[in-house]
């Protein structure tokens, strides 16, 4: 692997989108741009995710039919979280073609699982739907790489030994960032890792955003450890601030 310099993959002293990283100064634009974009594309991930979650309830209700949860509904209240959480709309300032062009196929690649999982949402006399928000990410990374997978992939992994999907394993450069980096105690909580290095043989900008539990997780993976939960897997007896997981983020050069 090419990696940034040490100095690189440290924070820093600029703030894009609530997430540190170098100053511009201190890196090639190209980098600093590919930095923005993969914070852009892990938001956008993390906000239809909050919508997923904040829908739980009315999802898993059995006694409705109609929840009028569509993808238009849907989307716009992406959107509206996103713009919340970072300060501004996934489309302002000036962008380049490349990103305009991931950050639409993303709320493409949305609009189409939510389409795609209405008959299970809208299902009456029936209450856990299984349509939770890691299942969401899955889908929709699927669907985004199906659209631009020769120009960026996404995906949520974690450690080995939390993963309970196997199409979320960590690859070899995942799982070392995961356990020689993110695991350092003097490394600063939710810094992001960078690299410029090669993925299947194509160079590649490659980001690794750290995730960590929080109290709304604890129901499927808190304590006590191998309770059943309400998925049917095994808790994994974590807490609040443990590492629970990362968004991985490929941008082909």
Known sequence: MSALSTL????????????AFLAPAAIGAGVTEDVAMGIRLAELLRAGRSVVSNYQTLINDPALGDKHLDSE??????????????????FS???????????????????????EQQDDINRA???????????????????????VGNEALVRVTAPEQLVRNRKSLPDAWEASI?????????????EAYTEVTEVDGRPAFRMLLPEYYTDSCLSCHGEPKGEID????????????????????VLFK
């Not at 300032?93 to 389409?115: K, S, W």
């Not at 309400?230 to 983020?249: F, H, M, Q």
């Open 8 to 19: 690189t993959r440290r924070s820093i002293a600029a703030t894009f989108l609530g997430c």
């Open 73 to 90: 509904r849907f989307a716009s209240e992406v959107i509206a979280v996103y713009s919340k959480n970072t300060g501004q709309a996934p």
């Open 93 to 115: 300032g000036e962008l380049a073609n490349r990103d305009r062009r991931l950050l639409e196929a993303q709320i493409g690649a949305m609009r189409e699982v939510v389409d």
């Open 125 to 147: 006399g029936i209450g856990f739907k299984g349509f939770v928000p890691a299942v969401f990410a899955r889908l929709l990374n699927e669907k985004f790489a199906a659209k």
């Open 178 to 190: 995961i356990v020689s980096v993110f695991s350092d105690p003097k490394r600063a909580k939710g």
């Open 230 to 249: 309400v998925t049917g897997y095994p808790k994994e007896g974590g807490k609040a601030g443990d590492l629970g997981g990362a968004i991985s983020i």
